[in-house]
């Protein structure tokens, strides 16, 4: 793989990554309601608009990258976005790593490794 597509593969995962983030924070607000009122309350926030630009951000680069690359290399790659979530979401939410998802962490990062060694 060619550093611009390994520059657009990590733009990629760092932009999914922030959007999901974004969401998360959007509509985890305790205070917001519930129903219609919860909705009303997600829109004026900023974190919704972030994790938007972050999505149409996401879509420019993975279309640029899955350009350069093979489309099964490039969905394979991009199951990467699954790790930096997960271990992003401990880090900033304090949500649970069981064994059983560190495992599969592993799992998933060993097979980005190994696709992405075959290039």
């Known amino acids: 793989m060619g550093?611009?597509?390994?520059?657009?593969w990590l733009v990629n995962v760092v932009l999914d990554t922030g959007g999901q983030l974004a969401f998360k924070a959007a509509a985890s607000d305790?205070?917001?309601?519930?129903?219609?009122?919860?909705?009303?309350?997600?829109?004026?926030?900023?974190w919704l608009w972030l994790g938007i630009a972050c999505y149409v951000l996401e879509f420019v680069a993975w279309i640029a990258?899955?350009?350069?690359?093979?489309?099964?290399?490039g969905v394979l790659l991009g199951s990467i976005n699954i790790v930096a979530l997960m271990v992003a979401g401990r880090l900033l939410f304090h949500e649970r790593l069981t064994p059983l998802r560190?495992?599969?962490m592993l799992l998933v990062s060993a097979g980005v490794a190994v696709v992405g060694a075959g290039t």
């Open 3 to 8: 550093s611009l597509a390994t520059l657009l």
């Open 65 to 73: 990258f899955l350009s350069l690359v093979p489309l099964s290399q």
């Open 30 to 46: 305790p205070q917001d309601g519930e129903g219609l009122r919860r909705w009303k309350h997600m829109f004026g926030r900023p």
């Open 102 to 104: 560190v495992t599969g």
